[in-house]
């Protein structure tokens, strides 16, 4: 058996060790973010490099990145390798900007939730001042407000 191999990991291995289920692994593999080789017994078997990759992965779609931005980042990695630290600062530079994007329509929703968001229900006490006689609606569905200013970012 040679080194690679020896150190080879299942896929309940990957899956514990992530703290993911087997069905997320076989997603990923199938949508091409990661790779396993079979076994002798027809088997999948990962290289302990998939830990940090599937990390990665998990990291990006906390933060909303969506998976196939996750992928087109991997695949403009060198030889499509796992991200090593530099590699990882160079992907969350890419996504610096739509996260920063994401950070702001966040503030804002939760700036305005106390105040009138101009969906109107005219049921706050600012209602009257931002949304008299729900005069927004003319502007469109939904909370107008909120909209405008997630618009805005
Ligand atoms: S909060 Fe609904 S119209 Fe003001």
Redesign the pocket.
């Given at each position: 058996m040679n080194q690679q191999a020896k150190h080879a990991l299942s896929v309940g291995a990957v899956a514990k060790r992530c703290g993911i289920k087997v069905s997320t692994l076989h997603f990923y593999e199938a949508k091409g973010l990661i790779q396993s080789q079979r076994n002798q017994g027809n088997q999948r078997r990962y290289h302990p490099e998939v830990l940090r990759r599937v990390s990665v992965i998990k990291a990006a779609q906390k933060m909303g990145i969506n998976l196939a931005d996750i992928k087109a980042a991997f695949a403009r990695l060198p030889n499509n390798r796992t991200p090593n630290k530099n590699d990882w600062e160079l992907l969350s530079q890419q996504w610096r900007e739509n996260l920063n994007q994401r950070i702001e329509t966040m503030t804002q929703l939760r700036d305005s939730l106390t105040?009138?968001?101009?969906?109107?229900?005219?049921?706050?006490n600012?209602?009257p001042l931002?949304?008299p006689d729900?005069q927004?609606a003319a502007h469109g569905t939904g909370?107008v407000?909120l909209n405008r200013s997630s618009e805005q970012t």
């Open positions: 105040g009138c968001i101009g969906c109107g229900c005219l049921s706050m600012s209602c931002y949304n729900d927004l909370p407000i």
